[in-house]
């Protein structure tokens, strides 16, 4: 079954401690990226990936890291959480014959 | 960067009636404009797109229609049921061949209810 999938689901922690939410496809996707989701802001794109090593800052990239090693994962990196981190995330990947983007079921995320 | 503007912010309509939903975007070369449906507590999932090179798409009861000189492009529901009930989100992107690939920029969203 083609899908992306994200871990954890759910995550609380503290400020300033370091954590990586990771994502997987399986589609064999080239493209990847991720978004949080903020009522009233909509989606807003934090980094993406055109193919493996190769990254780029989306719309809101400040005190994330990403990195692409392997084709198939994207993982997100909160180097020093903070509270306005605190957010539901998304990661996606796009491809196949529509070059449709599909989405992973998202994380949500509390930094207290 | 791209702007993306998405009215109105929320829509209620009777079931059986039509949906229209409108966004409006800032960077001319911005060239692939996806909707998405987001159910409540779900990820988004894409329901139509179109490229510049299109003026209008249809698929059964929903039709997106693009104005490049305007540069506004619109979502268009018809019959609406209870099950379209979600939030919808417009986007836009320049990437490559038309593509999602690159930068999207979404708008802010639409919260739509039909109503029984």
């Known amino acids: 079954e083609a899908q992306v999938t994200q871990n954890p689901r759910y995550l609380i922690t503290v400020t300033g401690k370091k954590l990586t939410v990771t994502c997987s496809q399986n589609m064999n996707h080239e493209y990847m990226s991720w978004y949080r989701q903020d009522p009233g802001l909509g989606l807003r794109q934090i980094y993406y990936s055109m193919n493996v090593e190769v990254t780029d800052k989306g719309d809101v990239p400040e005190g994330y890291k990403v990195s692409r090693k392997e084709k198939r994962n994207f993982p997100l990196i909160l180097e020093s959480p903070s509270p306005n981190q605190t957010s539901l995330y998304f990661c996606?990947?796009?491809?196949?014959?529509?070059?449709?983007?599909?989405f992973g079921p998202g994380t949500r995320l509390t930094v207290t | 960067g791209e702007n993306v503007e998405q009215h109105p912010s929320t829509l209620s309509v009777q079931e059986g009636d039509s949906a229209v939903i409108k966004c409006t975007y800032s960077d001319s070369a911005s060239n692939y404009f996806p909707w998405y449906k987001q159910e409540l507590g779900k990820r988004p999932q894409l329901i139509i797109d179109?490229?510049?090179?299109?003026g209008e798409k249809k698929d059964q009861r929903i039709a997106v229609t693009l104005n490049k000189t305007a540069k506004h492009f619109s979502l268009h529901i018809t019959e609406t049921q209870p099950e379209d009930s979600a939030v919808y989100f417009c986007a836009a992107s320049k990437g490559a061949g038309g593509t999602s690939y690159g930068k999207l920029t979404f708008g802010q969203g639409t919260i739509l209810t039909v109503h029984p």
């Open positions: 179109i490229r510049s090179n299109v």
């Open positions: 996606a990947s796009t491809g196949g014959g529509h070059l449709q983007q599909y």
